[in-house]
């Protein structure tokens, strides 16, 4: 212990005596930056006000070189104390090339100072800097077509490097931590955030803010956040440990190849639209995979979703595609909930979710309303353990009928498949269904209702062959979907009978059983109901625009 102490003794008396001579080599390895600074002096604060300071700036031999592009203007091998009054380097309007590269700046002002700042400036070159222990370490303040390349911006009060209305800039290769609010925070499109190390800093990581048309990608970072950001692409990232990846109002951007792990969200997408999510891997976050809230025609695709509390949860969204998917070890693999409306989930596989929505092996659509189903398509044999299509539960009980058309049913002998008229689960948000097959929806008509449970020994290697065409179903005007599913239907309570949804498709080896078939009267198990904006009082059922009383219970109806 004596021995260490006496080595730092030593060694601080030695960096003492190298500034006293204004020659000295430091290492900016204690804040991460990949290289060593080459000998360096100290200096006072530089300041550069338009171009002709640049002249000034090389006569008083503080910078070398012309200011093209192939001599640009070079300050370098600086140390520099800001002296907690301002600036430690300022350049302001300035449109000539120059870099700043290998200096230490430390010590600036409050406020908004920086170590480095630059206003209204483009062209400039930002190399191998240690920015750390200032206000802010690098500040961009409406500039262009600038770079900040293998900088160190750590323990700074407010960001470690920080751009406002600045475009086209590129931010690359810079180690960002332990700043006290945040670490990267850009405002301004068309600028790319690429291959930086950006953690343990306060309020946020990497935040975009009015960013349209940037580029994220291959950063190591504890969160990315983009608000009020459209047409962006976020690629290659690994974001853990944190708050994922989150969009915020921002729409039409593209997130894939990144990895979120151990995050509260993997992938949080809130009020944004048409964005598309794929190929990423999602792992181990508290709470969900991904999350949509109050967002609508958003793809997710081609991702791998594992052991997460959710693996997809879906609220108060619409017209979403959840397709083709490995979602495995979750809690619950996917949810939408009763005001998402309109989704499509498709061909995902399913493997080892949890027990706690009992035999959804991983499906969930609850409290859905009437004529705004989500359509539920492509789903293996062996993935699909059951399905819940609900609406909220109303106070008054309809009875089911059909038009006197029988259905040509299959009859399924070897296995027992069930239609449970009330399923057991959640039973305070489900109504007690009858809805057995359907034949054909026109644009004046409606289903109700559809609840169909597989139980949990269906084998994979039995298929239910389709034995008879559904008719397609046009999208309604207000592009409301129905999803079209062919249910089952008992003549007696021994015999079991299957129709299975013709868009469904089966991915694995099967073996086919060979099925009988025979004419089934269903009356009293479905109604077809004439749509309108009209609702019944006292029974709930949506009447034509011009019926004054209820077809069905026959009491006044009134609008909606």
């Known amino acids: 212990m004596i021995t260490n102490l006496k080595k730092s003794y030593w060694i601080l008396i030695s960096i003492i005596i190298f500034i006293s001579i204004n020659n000295f080599c430091i290492s900016n390895s204690e804040y991460g930056n990949a290289a060593d600074l080459k000998t360096s002096k100290v200096s006072g ?6 171009n002709t300071d640049w002249i000034l700036l090389k006569n008083a031999g503080e910078c070398t070189g012309s200011g093209t592009p192939s001599d640009p203007y070079i300050i370098q091998d600086l140390i520099i104390d800001g002296g907690d009054i301002g600036n430690c380097i300022e350049i302001e ?12 700046v430390y010590n600036s002002g409050g406020n908004l100072y920086a170590g480095i700042y630059f206003n209204n400036v483009e062209n400039g070159h930002l190399i191998n800097n240690n920015c750390s222990l200032n206000q802010n370490g690098i500040y961009l303040y409406h500039g262009s077509d600038n770079v900040i390349l293998n900088n160190s911006a750590n323990n700074n009060n407010d960001n470690g490097i920080r751009l406002e209305q600045s475009t086209n800039n590129m931010i690359s290769g810079n180690i960002v931590e332990y700043n006290t609010n945040g670490g990267i925070y850009s405002v301004g499109a068309y600028n790319t955030i690429s291959g930086n190390t950006v953690n343990y800093n306060g309020y946020w990581e990497i935040f975009v803010f009015f960013g349209d048309y940037s580029n994220i990608s291959d950063n ?88 997460n509390s959710y693996g997809v949860n879906v609220l108060s969204s619409y017209g979403n595609r959840i397709s083709s998917n490995v979602i495995n070890n979750n809690g619950i693999g996917i949810n939408l909930d009763g005001d998402s409306t309109c989704n499509e989930v498709s061909n995902n596989e399913f493997n080892g979710n949890g027990e706690d929505i009992q035999d959804h092996q991983g499906i969930c659509l609850e409290g859905v309303p009437i004529l705004e189903i989500s359509l539920i398509v492509g789903i293996s044999i062996a993935a699909i353990m059951g399905i819940i299509i609900s609406r909220r539960k109303r106070s008054s009980k309809r009875k089911i009928t059909l038009e006197e058309k029988p259905l040509e049913l299959a009859t399924l002998q070897e296995k027992e498949i069930v239609v449970q008229e009330q399923y057991p689960i959640k039973q305070d948000k489900l109504e007690e269904v009858e809805v057995i097959a359907l034949e054909e929806i026109s644009q004046e008509e409606e289903i109700i ?27 309604r005007a207000d592009k409301k979907q129905i999803i079209e599913v062919i249910g089952l239907a008992s003549e007696e309570p021994t015999e079991k009978e299957v129709f299975i949804p013709k868009e469904i498709e089966i991915t694995e080896k099967v073996v086919v059983k060979e099925v009988e078939t025979k004419k089934v009267d269903i009356t ?16 709930g059922l949506n009447n034509p625009d011009d019926a004054s009383y209820c077809v069905q219970c026959g009491q006044p109806v009134k609008s909606r």
């Open 45 to 50: 604060r530089i300041h550069v006000d338009g």
């Open 524 to 539: 009293e198990k479905i109604k077809i109901i004439p749509i309108g904006n009209l609702i019944c009082q006292y029974c």
């Open 93 to 104: 309007n300035s449109n000539m090339y120059f870099k700043i590269e290998n200096c230490t």
């Open 449 to 475: 209702e559809i609840s169909v449970k597989y139980p949990e020994e269906l084998p994979i290697e039995e298929e239910f062959r389709e034995v008879e065409e559904v008719p397609e179903i046009e999208d």
């Open 220 to 307: 190591k970072a504890h969160a990315i956040i983009l608000y009020l950001s459209d047409y962006n692409i976020i690629v290659d990232n690994t974001v853990s440990n944190n708050n994922g990846i989150y969009l915020w109002s921002s729409n039409n951007t593209s997130i894939f190849n990144n990895t979120a792990k151990s995050n509260y969200n993997g992938i949080n997408i809130a009020g944004s639209n048409n964005n598309k999510i794929s190929n990423n891997t999602i792992t181990e976050n508290s709470n969900n995979g991904i999350i949509l809230e109050d967002s609508d025609d958003n793809i997710i695709t081609n991702n791998t979703i594992i052991s």
